[in-house]
């Protein structure tokens, strides 16, 4: 019985370790995916900018209403500010410097730890309208496809993503993703600031800068025919291109390229919306310094996932096996005969 003790015990230890292994891949691996409670990530942009001078405009001095080739930085926060079980509460902070002029902006969002995706927000917390759709980070492990959609908090529309293939960006592996906005402006904090009309002598003298097919559209029977003042809608196009880190998620690199634009309807057969000038068009990029920050953090994070998700498993199932194997040695062994 007390020879036999050994073989039960080490078979006893490697059941043991393949139910820790288990458990490592399918409990703790899914939980050191999540979106931790604690992060909070500064990013900065570099770019240029066109601008809307609204006093120039409203003085008809149109020559000098928009101000391009501005030079910009930004600086982005991603902050989580809560969480509630599986949902984390996220504030998404972006400051453009232009100048001595600065345009905070701030989105807060519910998202799931594990997709990245919008969800419900907690009761009593306000947050964008981004249900099903990414909006500040991409998941660990991101998908290969156009499976994901966008949500634009200046136009709140739910847009697809589009993966266009793989890159390399500080030494890592990353997939490439393009998204692509072109819908109405619905973000009252973008909307306050604009003039919802304007004179129509001012959007008369708006009309020769215009493109060909634009200023087709203004003849004279049509400028005549429009209200004094002209009401004005606003339309929002952005470009996103990120590359985002295959194993974690963490967008490494980024462009981004966001237009307003003032729209206006001419004709009556049927009328037809008509751009008349961008009131903002900016386009920008993470900095180089961002950029390797962003890359040591990917590194570390990986090497992190690595270990938990793919070598401790690993290592406890070869030692399961190996304990089993002595122990089928063990217990097959031939007893040592005694001498007569």
């Known amino acids: 019985m007390s020879a036999r003790r050994p073989t039960i015990l080490l078979i006893t230890v490697a059941v043991a370790l393949l139910a820790a292994a288990a458990a490592v891949r399918l409990v703790v691996a899914p939980n050191v995916t999540k979106l931790p409670g604690d992060?909070?990530?500064?990013?900065?942009?570099?770019?240029?900018?066109?601008?809307?001078?609204?006093?120039?405009?409203q003085s008809g001095d149109t020559?000098?209403?928009?101000?391009?080739?501005?030079?910009?930085?930004?600086?982005?926060?991603?902050r989580v500010a809560s969480t509630?079980?599986?949902?984390?509460?996220?504030?998404?902070?972006?400051t453009v410097h232009a100048g001595e002029q600065s345009l905070p902006s701030s989105k807060t969002y519910a998202i799931d730890r594990g997709s990245r995706e919008g969800t419900s927000p907690p009761a009593s917390t306000p947050a964008e309208p981004s249900r099903g759709a990414l909006s500040s980070a991409f998941p660990p492990g991101a998908?290969?496809?156009?499976?994901?959609t966008y949500y634009d908090a200046t136009t709140r529309s739910i847009v697809p993503v589009h993966y266009t293939g793989t890159a390399r960006r500080e030494?890592?592996?990353?997939?490439?993703?393009?998204i692509k906005v072109s819908a109405p402006v619905k973000d009252p904090a973008t909307l306050e600031p604009l003039p919802s009309a304007l004179p129509k002598k001012l959007v008369a003298s708006l009309v020769p800068?215009?493109?060909?097919?634009?200023?087709?559209?203004?003849?004279?029977?049509?400028l005549s025919a429009l209200p004094d003042p002209v009401p004005l809608s606003?339309?929002?196009?952005?470009?996103?291109?990120?590359y985002i880190d295959q194993q974690t998620g963490i967008a490494i690199d980024q462009t981004v390229s966001r237009k307003v634009i003032a729209v206006t309807t001419a004709g009556s057969e049927p009328a037809r919306p008509v751009p008349l000038l961008p009131v903002s068009a900016l386009t920008f990029g993470i900095t180089a310094d961002s950029m390797?920050?962003?890359?040591?953090?990917?590194?570390?994070?990986?090497?992190?996932l690595s270990l938990l998700t793919v070598a401790a498993p690993i290592v406890l199932v070869v030692v399961a096996v190996l304990l089993l194997v002595i122990a089928f040695l063990r217990r097959h062994r031939a007893p040592l005969r005694t001498p007569d």
């Open 39 to 57: 992060t909070d990530q500064t990013v900065q942009y570099a770019g240029e900018a066109t601008l809307l001078d609204s006093k120039a405009l």
């Open 63 to 78: 020559a000098h209403a928009l101000r391009s080739g501005v030079p910009v930085t930004v600086d982005r926060r991603i």
């Open 84 to 94: 509630h079980g599986d949902t984390a509460v996220l504030e998404d902070t972006m």
């Open 143 to 148: 998908a290969q496809d156009d499976s994901y």
């Open 171 to 178: 030494g890592r592996t990353v997939n490439v993703y393009e």
């Open 209 to 222: 800068g215009l493109d060909s097919t634009a200023r087709a559209r203004f003849t004279p029977a049509v």
């Open 234 to 242: 606003y339309l929002g196009q952005s470009t996103l291109v990120a």
């Open 292 to 304: 390797k920050d962003l890359g040591d953090k990917a590194e570390s994070a990986g090497l992190k």
